[in-house]
């Protein structure tokens, strides 16, 4: 079954996982060959984010063993199983954000010289080294900027240079393209060639599929916490990939657009915050999907934020519906049933140690108030409604957010907003790091919104899923509004070229 | 072997959890228990209707004090101040009774709460408008409101005050402590007031995850400020109670308070990372402390001693926190 060219370096055996009220991993048994490029793909709440987190000794499996390059692991510490070879580059990057790069790249473990007084650093060695890494990788990056110049591109090769100096023999590589544009991941997959080149073996997690078959030599699809397959990347196909991962097949990924524009509903008028956004001007109607696209840091997340009333803002204005008054500040836009769904759900979106009804009714939490006390009966009512029929998977409505998947917990956020009827829904970037299973279904709520009469402003990364869902598309680069084309008639390269102009 | 290790792993698993679940909502009570069992076995007279009024009436004061402190807790925040706004409240409510006599006594009161609830607007402010972290904030306002009692009376005591008043510290209800009766019912507002009331669900969504909170319109000045108020009337309540129990206005009341009402709230195993925890566990926690005061004093362990272990206690409670994040996570 499994070539005999390569030996395992890391042995998975029957490993399971629970947390309260969910069996995240259930006897889960693989193999990752010696210097491949491993891909795992999976849902969200397939595992994958479990398995990673057990073997890089975030958490502590309830059973079964890992077998690294000949030795069992026991419980370790994540220091312990970096001081093994394995590194983890973090979803979230784990950098010191005012230090120099060099000095993050061998942070912990930097250079030393013996001396009278005892160990001192020898800073420019541990320059030298660093420089040296950082030369290896090829990439135009100055060793002496402090980290929080960077873009998160950079920043995660710096990561990767940290886990490289520790003589790290596994890396893995929780999502690493989730906030990467096309270029930034050209240069990574060159960076995790070159590894392969040196015999270091990479676990890639990613939710693109087009990007495993670009890099990867296995993968591994898992399923609700269970290994469901591994194989050569040469031998699957991507409908294959992603039948395994929902267990069924997916046709049509997008659903029909249906463009049945009603009146205005929002107005943006000469809108500037200086160094942020430049004069935007546009309109969105009732039932419309505008998307919005640009690369990471074209101003796209402050005009959300603008449109909200989060930011302030410095000329130009916001007006809902005709009014002649701009909005004013969150309060009254929430009033003007305006909503918002933060592109990082973690931190911005759900809290965390609320339970799942708590959340949906924290914004419309008036419903749910009689003769001035909270009713919970009636909470519990109203929010699992929203759980019926967003379909959110959860086993309770008052178990916490918390443990429940990425995909559930947007649904969640979502369902905040719905429950206080909000007509104009902005979506920054709705399906990052989530799946496709989930993703073809914030697809086909985005549609059923629309439809329903509710204005949507999308903005997104993923081209094909702007191109896939949108009714007209905005494209930003750098503040500003560079053009607007029409998603039937547009391609990739003509929204690109708006983006870079 | 394989097999050993699996099973012992599994243990370890099993164990953890037990804590992770277990010390969500329960822990106080089995350790409240536990301790009762223990003195009632071990210190004479420990289980005496006498001795027990005693526990309680001890705790009436720090429990109101962790009350208050709870709201403050639950909203991601911290109140240092909370011992001088006693003090200051008690000072006022005794400098008005001393100078209108009894009839003054509503007059008081109010004046005493107003106070507190002033401190606290303060502290919110400093807190949530002018950013400055809650933990050096508070501080300051340790210093200064303190600084006011001291500037207020000049350091001395305000005696000879009317009998009367000595009854909100001393007095009994049938046989019931009346500070206690206060308690009960500052424990009824606080759960009522955390659990059914959208002001305290804004306090847990804030201290929960502030950003997320200010992005579904919660005003985190408003909510912040308003906890910091709640928490400086509990104080001045605290305050009013403790000046009429030692029958004088002292400038030096309440001097530590502080940390028996913080550690009354961890330990009933609020979170100080904010957001989550549970009112009634926090006078559970208070009680717990009141008891080990109570039974080290009948066990005649040297009070030196006792504050050693009252300090372990606390950093113990603060260590399960730490512990119990790092599971949930």
């Not at chain 1, 987190?53 to 994540?78: Q, W």
């Amino acid at each position: 079954m499994t070539q005999m060219k390569n030996t395992p370096i890391l042995l998975i055996e029957n490993i399971n996982k629970s947390f309260p009220g969910v069996h995240a991993l259930n006897n889960v048994s693989m193999e990752i060959q010696k210097g491949d490029v491993h891909a795992i793909v999976g849902e969200n709440g397939a595992g994958k984010s479990t398995l990673i987190k057990i073997i890089s000794g975030a958490y502590v499996k309830d059973n079964g063993s890992i077998i690294f390059d000949g030795e069992e692991l026991g419980d370790l510490s994540p220091v312990d199983c970096i001081a093994m070879g394995i590194s983890t580059v973090h979803q979230e990057l784990r950098l010191v954000e005012q230090l120099p790069v060099f000095e993050n790249i061998l942070l912990g473990a930097p250079i030393e010289n013996k001396s009278i007084i005892g160990k001192t650093v020898n800073w420019k060695e541990t320059r030298n080294v660093a420089l040296k890494l950082i030369e290896s990788m090829d990439i135009d990056i100055d060793v002496d900027m402090t980290v929080s110049e960077l873009n998160i591109a950079k920043k995660q090769i710096v990561e990767i240079c940290k886990a490289l100096s520790r003589k790290a023999k596994l890396v893995i590589m929780d999502e690493p393209s989730a906030t990467l544009t096309e270029k930034e991941l050209k240069i990574l997959f060159n960076i995790i060639k070159k590894l392969k080149e040196d015999g270091i073996t990479t676990i890639y997690i990613s939710h693109r599929l087009e990007e495993i078959f670009e890099i990867a030599d296995r993968v591994t699809v898992m399923r609700d916490g269970q290994h469901i397959i591994t194989d050569d990347v040469s031998k699957m196909d991507r409908k294959k990939l992603i039948s395994y991962m929902v267990g069924r097949e997916i046709e049509n990924i997008f659903p029909p657009r249906k463009v049945n524009k009603g009146k205005v509903l929002l107005e943006i008028k000469n809108l500037s915050i200086p160094g942020v956004l430049n004069d935007i001007n546009f309109n969105l109607r009732e039932s419309e999907i505008l998307g919005i696209a640009g690369l990471v840091g074209s101003g796209r997340t402050e005009l959300a934020r603008a449109i909200f009333g989060v930011d302030k803002i410095d000329s130009g204005g916001v007006y809902l519906r005709g009014d002649t008054k701009p909005i004013r500040n969150i309060q009254d836009a929430i009033n003007k049933k305006m909503a918002l769904m933060p592109e990082d759900r973690k931190k911005q979106g759900i809290i965390p140690d609320l339970s799942v009804g708590m959340n949906i009714s924290l914004v419309g939490i008036n419903k749910v108030i009689e003769k001035s006390f909270i009713n919970s009966k009636t909470e519990k009512k109203l929010s699992e409604e929203f759980i019926k029929t967003l379909r959110i998977q959860t086993p309770k409505w008052d178990q916490l957010i918390k443990y429940l998947s990425g995909g559930n917990q947007q649904k969640c956020v979502l369902a905040k907003w719905l429950f206080v009827e909000s007509d104009l829904i902005i979506f920054d970037e709705p399906t990052r790091g989530i799946d496709v299973g989930a993703k073809q279904e914030i697809y086909r709520l985005l549609t059923e919104l629309a439809k329903q009469g509710k204005g949507i402003i999308m903005i997104s990364s993923e081209l094909s899923e702007i191109m896939g869902i949108s009714h007209r598309i905005l494209v930003m680069h750098d503040g500003r509004i560079t053009g607007e084309v029409d998603p039937e008639k547009t391609t990739q390269e003509e929204i690109m070229h708006l983006a870079t102009i | 072997m394989a097999k050993k290790s699996d099973q012992n792993s599994v243990s370890k698993g099993g164990f953890r959890r037990f804590i992770t679940k277990s010390s969500q909502d329960y822990a106080i009570i089995y350790m409240l228990l536990g301790l009762f069992i223990l003195l009632s076995l071990t210190a004479n007279n420990f289980l005496t209707l006498n001795n027990m009024i005693n526990v309680f009436r001890q705790s009436a004061i720090f429990g109101i004090l962790a009350a208050g402190e709870f709201f403050v807790i639950i909203s991601g925040m911290i109140d240092l101040s909370i011992s001088s706004t006693a003090a200051l409240a008690g000072i006022i409510f005794a400098m008005i009774i001393k100078a209108g006599g009894v009839a003054l006594m509503p007059v008081a009161i109010v004046a005493g709460l107003l106070a507190g609830i002033i401190v606290g607007i303060i502290n919110g402010l400093l807190v949530a408008k002018l950013e400055i972290p809650p933990f050096i904030a508070t501080l300051g306002s340790f210093l200064y409101v303190r600084g006011i009692v001291y500037l207020s009376t000049g350091a001395y005591p305000i005696v000879s005050l009317p009998k009367e008043y000595n009854f909100i510290g001393r007095g009994f209800v049938s046989g019931v402590p009346f500070p206690v009766i206060i308690m009960a019912i500052i424990y009824v507002i606080s759960i009522v007031l955390s659990e059914k009331k959208k002001i305290g669900r804004f306090f847990y969504a804030i201290g929960g995850n502030e950003e997320a909170a200010y992005l579904s319109g919660i005003s985190s000045v408003k909510i912040k400020t308003l906890a910091y108020a709640v928490c400086g009337l509990m104080a001045s309540v605290a305050g009013i109670i403790l000046m009429s129990r030692l029958g004088s206005g002292q400038p030096n009341a309440a001097i530590g308070y502080e940390f028996e009402a913080i550690i009354a709230v961890v330990l009933g195993g609020v979170s100080f990372s904010g957001g989550k925890g549970k009112a009634l566990n926090v006078l559970f926690g208070t009680l717990f402390i009141a008891m080990l005061v109570n039974g080290m004093t009948i066990l005649n362990i040297n009070p030196f001693a006792q504050q050693v272990i009252k300090g372990i206690v606390f950093i113990l409670a603060i260590w399960n926190d730490v512990v119990r994040n790092k599971v949930s996570r």
